[in-house]
């Protein structure tokens, strides 16, 4: 089992930044890929960003040029850098990690909300 704890959610207004952090726990050693999905109220859940062991990246088109997902494989930790932040990216924010795609375990959520 792996076990994920997300970091660093909170309330910021539009055009602040702010960086989540998820690290993980257990059987690390049979991570692949660990990535950031979201779900906004009302909203089904989405791919936010992903990142592989080779550094292959995929990107939510929206997100592109705003947010940078990075990984230190040492401290077993994802990141989430978001700057530019919009009214439209409020929503939980859920660290996802796992061996083969679909990733399987997911974090609990951390809560992003941007607002004046």
């Known amino acids: 089992q792996v076990q994920l704890v997300e970091s660093g959610g909170g309330l910021v207004q539009p055009g602040g930044s702010l960086r989540l952090s998820c690290a993980a726990s257990?059987?690390?050693?049979?991570?692949?890929?660990m990535g950031w999905y979201r779900q906004g109220p009302g909203k089904q859940r989405e791919l936010v960003a992903t990142?592989?062991?080779?550094?292959?990246?995929i990107n939510l088109d929206s997100v592109k040029g705003r947010f940078i997902i990075s990984r230190d494989t040492a401290k077993n930790t994802v990141y989430l850098q978001m700057n530019s932040l919009k009214t439209e990216d409020t929503a939980v924010y859920y660290c996802?990690?796992?061996?083969?795609?679909?990733?399987?375990?997911w974090g609990q959520g951390t809560q992003v909300t941007v607002s004046s």
């Open positions: 257990g059987r690390i050693s049979s991570i692949y890929g």
């Open positions: 996802n990690a796992g061996s083969t795609w679909p990733w399987a375990y």
């Open positions: 990142i592989t062991d080779d550094g292959t990246t």
